[in-house]
């Protein structure tokens, strides 16, 4: 094979210049493997939470911090792992972070109590946020043209996929009990294909970093911007089990006002690599799409938290069947999807508020099912429809979003306001598993269909929003139109 030199960006390439890095593919199917660790890791403890429950004596609160702690890891270290992989090296920040995440799946696998659980999922965020940026970077590194397309489109088609993959491998591998470890399989899965990941990695990823990176990174406006999102989501979780006492009020004001004085620190003192530029916030269309960004992933996650825990607990479910069921709004999704792009390219952010309008309808058909399915002992099949309907509204949402957002940013910030739209999203989802979460458990004494019903207008409120926050959108995504919307 022939001898490598590097580029200005650092990128592997052969001693032709012009020529593309010969075991590219081979790079991006590697990479994709670690993708769908992580992205399934957001959804598999979803169907096992019932078990782990049991198992751990783990009580609500600590069954929401068990999926709130990887979110909020991945929130609050996504867009400085992005900074430290254009420095450092993207090879070795995602080897790196392969790594970590293994230990942490270790340690999540042997938990022998909730807090320790939930810490190993904390960490395992984290080191899932240093892996996702080094990956869509190295693909735009690594592919040109059309074969560029080829590779996001994999990578989105993997991404649209793991969240069933996620929910059913979770009630499969927790029902299956192999050698008795019961929920614990979940995690211990992750270990030989980390393994695996990191020797192929080693041997066919390229090192590739930007050399025009310079500057300092902001590494403690990071940790003033982590801890903000935690004192945010903190008081949320256990404010119910507390009674809500003024130290949790206190904690949310003061985490509020941590990132708003970031945000104006990072200004005055000029950081040349901002967690938060300030010139983003300015545009209403982007503030628009990031509030989006925070309801759309806030209701998802949250009201499927609080349906797994009905089917299972309520309803007599085991994890498996509870995981199949949770296939159709994946199945909605899935057929969908092609008819997406072409939409959009026809109705602009017509289509996103289309997407909002049934999402919300298909989470009532959903809430009004339960409630009836319970009340005739039907089970729990009458959700069907809802759930695919759910998941066809979610693919015409999701999938023009950032597109659409990004019309918005100046080129120069197109960087920046990605990894905050990414933030948003996890942050999102960690608040909706709060608030919906406290509104199904502090219901529960009514019994868990009770509870449903009153959880679900709050995620169906949060899709209704979206449909009018897609308004101030611009009415073309990037690629639809000649000239972003001003």
């Given at each position: 094979?022939?001898?490598?030199?590097?580029?200005?960006?650092?990128t592997?390439?052969?001693?032709?210049?012009?020529?593309?890095?010969?075991?590219?593919?081979?790079?991006?199917?590697?990479?994709?493997?670690?993708?769908?660790?992580?992205?399934?890791?957001?959804?598999?403890?979803?169907?096992?939470?019932?078990?782990?429950?049991?198992?751990?004596?783990?009580?609500?609160?600590?069954?929401?911090?068990?999926?709130?702690?990887?979110?909020?890891?991945?929130?609050?270290?996504?867009?400085?792992?992005?900074?430290?992989?254009?420095?450092?090296?993207?090879?070795?920040?995602?080897l790196?972070?392969?790594?970590?995440?293994?230990?942490?799946?270790?340690a999540?696998?042997?938990?022998?109590?909730?807090?320790?659980?939930?810490?190993?999922?904390?960490?395992?965020?984290?080191?899932?946020?240093?892996?996702?940026?080094?990956?869509?970077?190295?693909?735009?590194?690594?592919?040109?043209?059309?074969?560029?397309?080829?590779?996001?489109?994999?990578?989105?088609?993997?991404?649209?996929l793991?969240?069933?993959?996620?929910?059913?491998?979770?009630?499969?591998?927790?029902?299956?009990?192999?050698?008795?470890?019961?929920?614990?399989?979940?995690?211990?899965?992750?270990?030989?294909?980390?393994?695996?990941?990191?020797?192929?990695?080693?041997?066919?990823?390229?090192?590739?970093?930007?050399?025009?990176?310079?500057?300092?990174?902001?590494?403690?406006?990071?940790l003033?911007?982590?801890?903000?999102?935690?004192?945010?989501v903190?008081p949320?979780?256990?404010?119910?089990?507390?009674?809500?006492?003024?130290?949790?009020?206190?904690?949310?004001?003061?985490?509020?006002?941590?990132?708003?004085?970031?945000?104006g620190?990072?200004?005055?003192?000029?950081?040349?690599?901002?967690?938060?530029?300030?010139?983003?916030?300015?545009?209403?269309?982007?503030?628009?799409?990031?509030?989006?960004?925070?309801?759309f992933?806030?209701?998802m996650?949250?009201?499927m938290?609080?349906?797994?825990?009905?089917?299972?607990?309520?309803?007599?479910?085991?994890?498996?069947?509870?995981?199949?069921?949770?296939?159709?709004?994946?199945?909605?999704?899935?057929?969908?999807?092609?008819?997406?792009?072409?939409?959009?390219?026809?109705?602009?952010?017509?289509?996103?508020?289309?997407?909002?309008?049934?999402?919300?309808?298909?989470?009532?058909?959903?809430?009004?099912?339960?409630?009836?399915?319970?009340?005739?002992?039907?089970?729990?099949?009458?959700?069907?429809?809802?759930?695919?309907l759910?998941?066809?509204?979610?693919?015409?949402?999701?999938?023009?979003?950032?597109?659409?957002?990004l019309?918005?940013?100046?080129?120069?910030?197109?960087?920046?306001?990605?990894?905050?739209?990414?933030?948003?999203?996890?942050?999102?989802?960690a608040?909706?598993?709060?608030?919906?979460?406290?509104v199904?458990?502090?219901?529960?004494?009514?019994g868990?269909?009770?509870?449903?019903?009153?959880?679900?207008?709050?995620?169906?409120?949060?899709?209704?929003?979206?449909?009018?926050?897609?308004?101030?959108?611009?009415?073309?995504?990037?690629?639809?139109?000649?000239?972003p919307?001003?």
């Open positions: 094979m022939s001898s490598s030199t590097t580029d200005t960006e650092g592997a390439l052969t001693a032709d210049p012009a020529a593309p890095y010969p075991k590219r593919w081979a790079a991006a199917l590697v990479m994709i493997l670690a993708v769908l660790l992580d992205m399934i890791d957001g959804s598999i403890v979803n169907t096992a939470l019932p078990s782990i429950g049991t198992g751990l004596g783990a009580g609500p609160a600590e069954l929401q911090w068990t999926v709130s702690a990887y979110m909020l890891g991945f929130a609050a270290t996504l867009i400085v792992a992005g900074h430290l992989g254009d420095r450092y090296g993207r090879k070795n920040l995602f790196t972070g392969v790594g970590a995440f293994a230990l942490a799946s270790l999540s696998a042997v938990a022998g109590s909730a807090g320790m659980l939930i810490a190993s999922r904390g960490v395992q965020g984290v080191a899932a946020a240093v892996i996702m940026p080094q990956v869509l970077a190295s693909f735009r590194t690594m592919f040109d043209g059309e074969e560029r397309g080829r590779a996001f489109a994999l990578y989105g088609a993997i991404a649209g793991s969240t069933a993959v996620g929910v059913l491998l979770g009630g499969v591998l927790t029902d299956w009990d192999l050698f008795g470890w019961g929920w614990r399989t979940i995690f211990a899965i992750n270990l030989p294909l980390a393994v695996l990941v990191l020797a192929l990695g080693a041997k066919w990823i390229p090192d590739s970093r930007d050399r025009r990176f310079s500057g300092r990174i902001d590494l403690p406006g990071n003033v911007l982590a801890a903000g999102l935690v004192a945010i903190l949320l979780v256990q404010g119910r089990s507390n009674g809500w006492p003024l130290w949790g009020w206190l904690c949310l004001a003061a985490g509020i006002l941590a990132i708003a004085a970031l945000t620190w990072e200004k005055r003192r000029g950081v040349e690599h901002p967690l938060l530029p300030t010139g983003l916030f300015r545009k209403p269309a982007f503030s628009a799409g990031l509030l989006i960004q925070l309801l992933y806030g209701g996650s949250g009201f938290l609080v349906l797994t825990v009905w089917l299972q607990t309520g309803q007599g479910y085991t994890p498996t069947e509870a995981g199949l069921l949770m296939v159709a709004f994946s199945a909605g999704s899935v057929l969908a999807a092609p008819a997406v792009d072409p939409l959009a390219a026809r109705l602009g952010h017509t289509v996103l508020i289309a997407g909002a309008l049934v999402m919300a309808g298909g989470l009532f058909w959903v809430s009004r099912a339960a409630e009836d399915a319970a009340a005739v002992h039907t089970g729990a099949w009458p959700l069907v429809p809802g759930l695919f759910a998941g066809v509204g979610l693919i015409l949402l999701v999938i023009p979003l950032v597109n659409t957002i019309g918005t940013v100046p080129g120069p910030l197109a960087g920046g306001a990605a990894g905050i739209l990414s933030t948003a999203q996890q942050f999102g989802g608040l909706g598993v709060a608030v919906i979460g406290n199904f458990f502090s219901h529960a004494d009514q868990l269909t009770g509870a449903l019903t009153q959880a679900g207008p709050w995620a169906v409120g949060a899709y209704l929003l979206c449909a009018v926050l897609c308004l101030a959108l611009p009415r073309k995504a990037v690629g639809h139109q000649a000239e919307d001003a």
